[in-house]
């Protein structure tokens, strides 16, 4: 295939790898169309023919189409170039799309999601709890699904515990709400000593990546949040954003709001014009330093117990959120779904 050809064969697979269900090549047509591709319906049927060829699609008949395996290993591999920057753009649309107000503690907020065996849920409760109790997630609310369960649009699969922790995007549209821009600069690692943050180690810019930097941090072994929550000192994931200097005081009065939420995750607040972590920031602005959403995920991973993780995977309702809390003694449903083996 040519780079347009292929072009067109990507967005046509990954309209089918976000839609709930099969779908037709008339509706196939209508999503491209929604989001810049102008193709004919005639021209999407000749691309799926193709991709049945290629066993990246399955002919449903009146159904539709759904995607493969293979047709899920092609788009999430096929040109990467094009993804590059890819995380940016997510950011700024997850941060449109939610609705959630502050003040009325209502609306969707971005969520990323984790899923793992139910035999390791038991060994798991107990890291994910350590790491909420020593303030190093966003905030204090989470979301578990079962089997058959969906969140937002995640559905859980079957044998697998799914948990929803909240992303750190999830701030940028609480301040946009506000009319307060929040520029996202880049996910790291942060050291922290004695319980504050000293440094970042590392860091990955959104605008150059295709893949979350906390995803990649996770997946190289290279946190240490247990250890953290344990002695105070080690490494996390955390992002830096940048806001108006000039919208300091308001910044301030929607940190305290999103900490008495229970949404939280504001490490480190800086002065105008001035370097924070040793971070410098344009002139008129001051520099934000957030928790990583999957740093309780990551105290998971450091245990040995192997997660599949998706950063800024889903909008959720807000309603649909508990405190870690309420799973110290038995999770919200019972015990059976921790006792499987």
Request: proline content about 5%.
């Amino acid at each position: 295939m040519d780079t347009k050809t292929q072009r067109n064969m990507i967005a046509i697979l990954r309209a089918l790898r976000d839609s709930p269900g099969p779908l037709g090549a008339e509706r196939i047509a209508e999503c491209l169309r929604n989001s810049g591709t102008d193709l004919s319906e005639r021209a999407v049927r000749n691309y799926l023919a193709q991709a049945d060829t290629n066993g990246w699609t399955e002919n449903l008949g009146r159904r539709g189409r759904h995607l493969t395996t293979a047709g899920r290993r092609e788009v999430d591999g096929a040109l990467v170039m094009d993804k590059v920057g890819f995380v940016s753009a997510r950011v700024d649309e997850l941060t449109y799309r939610m609705t959630f107000d502050a003040h009325q503690r209502k609306g969707t907020i971005v969520l990323n999601i984790s899923t793992l065996s139910l035999r390791n849920a038991r060994a798991a409760l107990g890291s994910l709890l350590r790491a909420y109790a020593s303030n190093l997630g966003m905030g204090r609310l989470l979301v578990v699904g079962y089997p058959g369960e969906n969140i937002g649009e995640f559905r859980v699969p079957q044998d697998r515990l799914a948990i929803g922790t909240v992303c750190s995007v999830s701030i940028n549209g609480i301040f946009l709400h506000d009319r307060i821009p929040m520029r996202v600069r880049f996910g790291g690692l942060l050291q922290i000593e004695e319980g504050r943050p000293k440094r970042f180690t590392q860091i990955i810019n959104y605008d150059g990546t295709s893949l979350d930097p906390l995803e990649i941090f996770i997946r190289g072994y290279m946190t240490s949040v247990f250890q953290v929550a344990r002695t105070g000192s080690g490494i996390i994931g955390a992002s830096f954003r940048e806001v108006p200097a000039s919208a300091l005081e308001e910044v301030r009065r929607l940190a305290a709001l999103s900490e008495e939420i229970g949404l939280g995750g504001i490490f480190a607040l800086g002065l105008p014009n001035q370097p924070l972590l040793d971070i410098p920031v344009p002139q008129g602005c001051a520099g934000l330093v957030l928790a990583g959403g999957l740093n309780p995920i990551a105290a998971i991973v450091e245990g040995g117990i192997t997660t599949n993780s998706s950063a800024m995977h889903s909008l959720c309702d807000f309603d649909r959120l508990i405190d870690y809390r309420s799973l110290q003694n038995l999770p919200p449903r019972g015990t059976k779904p921790w006792s499987k083996t």
